[in-house]
C-alpha cells in the first residue's frame, strides 16, 4: 500500500472514528452487535454532518477537538503513544502533552476531511476479543478501491482507543511519529509538546 493511499485512508478513518465517540454515552456500557453497529451508523452522518456542515476548516478542527475530548479516552492514548517516556515524566507534562496531542490530531486529520466528501463506510459485522469490540466495515471512498477498516471500542470503558486500516493500527502509526518527533526534540517531552501546537 502506498503512503500516499495509507494517508487517506486513515484521514476518513479517523474522522469517522472521532465521529463515532461523539455519539458514545459518557457512562460505561456492554455493547451488543446491534448497538455497535447502530452506533458506526450514527457515527458516519456525524462526521458527515460536520464535513458539510460549512464551516471553516479552523471552526471544524475545534469541533472535532471537543469530540476527541469528551468522548475517547485521550489520556490513555497520549500514555501509549508517548511509550515509555510517559512513565519518566511529570503529571503536569504528561497533562500537558495530553492537551496539546488532542490539538495536533484534531489539526492534523481536520485538515484533510473536506476531501472525503461521499465517501461511505458499510458496517459488515461486529465481533467481541476480550475487553474489546472489533467492529468490522468497508470504506468506500470515490476514485479508491473499499477497503477495510476495523473501528476499536473499549468495552469497559465505552470510549474509542484505536483504529485499524486494513491492519495497520493507526495508534501504532502515531506511536511512531511521536517517537520521531521526541527525537527530534532530543528527548524533551517539553520541547515535544511546544511543537504540537
Do not use: W
Amino acid at each position: 500500500m502506498s503512503n500516499h493511499l495509507l494517508t487517506r485512508r486513515s484521514l476518513i478513518a479517523s474522522g469517522a472514528a472521532f465521529a463515532m465517540a461523539s455519539v458514545m454515552p459518557v457512562a460505561a456500557f456492554a455493547f451488543s452487535t446491534a448497538q455497535a453497529e447502530t452506533l458506526i451508523g450514527k457515527a458516519v452522518s456525524e462526521i458527515n454532518g460536520i464535513i458539510n456542515s460549512g464551516k471553516s476548516e479552523n471552526q471544524m478542527y475545534v469541533d472535532f477537538e471537543k469530540v476527541l475530548t469528551r468522548y475517547a479516552d485521550t489520556a490513555s492514548i497520549a500514555r501509549s503513544v508517548l511509550g515509555p517516556t510517559a512513565r519518566t515524566v511529570s503529571s503536569g507534562q504528561l497533562n500537558a502533552f495530553t492537551k496539546a496531542f488532542q490539538t495536533y490530531v484534531a489539526r492534523k486529520y481536520g485538515s484533510r476531511f473536506r476531501e472525503f466528501i461521499g465517501g461511505e463506510i458499510k458496517v459488515n459485522r461486529t465481533q467481541k476479543v476480550n475487553s474489546i469490540y472489533d467492529v468490522q466495515c468497508t470504506a468506500i471512498l470515490k476514485g479508491e478501491a473499499p477497503f477495510a477498516i476495523s473501528f476499536i471500542v473499549h468495552d469497559a470503558s465505552g470510549k474509542f482507543i484505536d483504529l485499524q486500516i486494513e491492519g495497520i493500527s493507526l495508534l501504532k502509526s502515531e506511536r511512531a511519529e511521536i517517537g520521531a518527533l521526541l527525537d527530534k526534540a532530543g528527548g524533551s517531552i517539553d520541547k515535544l509538546t511546544a511543537s504540537l501546537v
